[in-house]
């Protein structure tokens, strides 16, 4: 049934929520040692007058190079984990909106009984709240944190597929609808711009190239389900 669908779809945004806050707490600052460190201090000034010679030194200690990141088991394991935490939420991501869009108008027609019409305008404000909430998270630039758009939009996101499985009626069905394309349109630039705080630069690069097809295949997958 439809409600059974959205049911099924709230649980999965859960589930996101979940899986968003285990890879914030699970990601070391050991998982970042692609980026550069800051520069080494300048060493002390030596003055230089006609005719001065500077007095040898001694040679002092060989300088230390900084150590290598861990490579022991536990860390590979750890990186691993959090590879397949990073998978499974663009998997979910990308089912949770194509799955919803999908499913909208069914929905709406079935259990609400909307015509043909409506239907097809609450969905079309649904794919447009979408757009509109990437293009006004781009807008704000810098006044919007990459995780507070990724927390905000999950949470809004929950929220508005709980008033769609509410239905309590077709105008606040149609409005949650809205509500939840807007807060959908955030979270996946934002996930993709924080990959290489969860992975490290130098793993982001290719995990990147994972994610993409992981958001389109769980697209389908996750709409057949429902």
Same mark, same amino acid.
């Given at each position: 049934?439809?409600?059974? +669908?959205? %049911? !099924? =779809?709230?649980?999965?945004?859960?589930?996101?929520? %979940?899986?968003?806050?285990?890879?914030?707490?699970?990601?070391?600052?050991?998982?970042?040692? +692609? $980026?550069?460190?800051?520069?080494?201090?300048?060493?002390?000034?030596?003055?230089?007058?006609?005719?001065?010679?500077?007095? /040898?030194?001694?040679?002092? /200690?060989?300088? $230390?190079? /900084?150590?290598?990141?861990?490579?022991?088991?536990?860390?590979?394991?750890?990186? *691993?984990?959090?590879?397949?935490?990073? =998978?499974?939420? !663009?998997?979910?991501?990308?089912?949770?909106?194509?799955?919803?869009?999908?499913?909208?108008?069914? !929905?709406?027609?079935?259990?609400?009984?909307?015509? %043909?019409?409506?239907?097809? @305008?609450?969905?079309? +404000?649904?794919?447009?709240?979408? *757009?509109?909430?990437?293009?006004?998270?781009?807008?704000?630039?810098?006044?919007?944190?990459?995780?507070? %758009?990724?927390?905000?939009?999950?949470?809004?996101?929950?929220?508005?597929?709980? &008033? @769609?499985?509410?239905?309590?009626?077709?105008?606040?069905?149609?409005?949650?609808?809205?509500?939840? +394309?807007?807060?959908?349109?955030?979270? !996946?630039?934002?996930? @993709?711009?924080?990959?290489?705080?969860?992975?490290?630069?130098?793993?982001?690069?290719?995990?990147?190239?994972?994610?993409? /097809?992981?958001?389109?295949? &769980?697209?389908?997958?996750?709409?057949?389900?429902?």
């Amino acid at each position: 049934s439809g409600g059974g +669908g959205y %049911a !099924f =779809l709230l649980a999965c945004q859960i589930g996101l929520t %979940a899986i968003w806050i285990a890879l914030r707490r699970a990601s070391p600052d050991v998982l970042r040692h +692609g $980026r550069p460190g800051p520069p080494p201090p300048p060493g002390p000034d030596v003055p230089r007058t006609a005719g001065h010679r500077p007095r /040898p030194q001694a040679p002092g /200690p060989e300088p $230390r190079t /900084p150590a290598a990141p861990p490579t022991d088991h536990r860390h590979r394991h750890r990186h *691993a984990v959090l590879i397949f935490l990073s =998978l499974a939420l !663009f998997v979910c991501y990308g089912g949770v909106e194509i799955a919803i869009g999908a499913w909208a108008a069914s !929905f709406l027609r079935g259990a609400d009984h909307l015509s %043909a019409t409506l239907a097809g @305008i609450a969905v079309f +404000g649904y794919w447009a709240s979408l *757009a509109a909430g990437r293009l006004a998270t781009a807008a704000l630039g810098r006044r919007l944190t990459a995780p507070t %758009a990724a927390m905000i939009g999950t949470l809004g996101a929950v929220a508005g597929t709980a &008033g @769609i499985l509410a239905d309590l009626t077709p105008a606040v069905t149609g409005l949650a609808l809205i509500v939840t +394309g807007l807060c959908l349109g955030p979270i !996946f630039p934002a996930l @993709i711009h924080l990959t290489p705080d969860r992975l490290g630069a130098a793993t982001a690069v290719h995990a990147v190239g994972w994610d993409l /097809p992981a958001t389109g295949g &769980g697209g389908p997958g996750l709409s057949a389900l429902v």
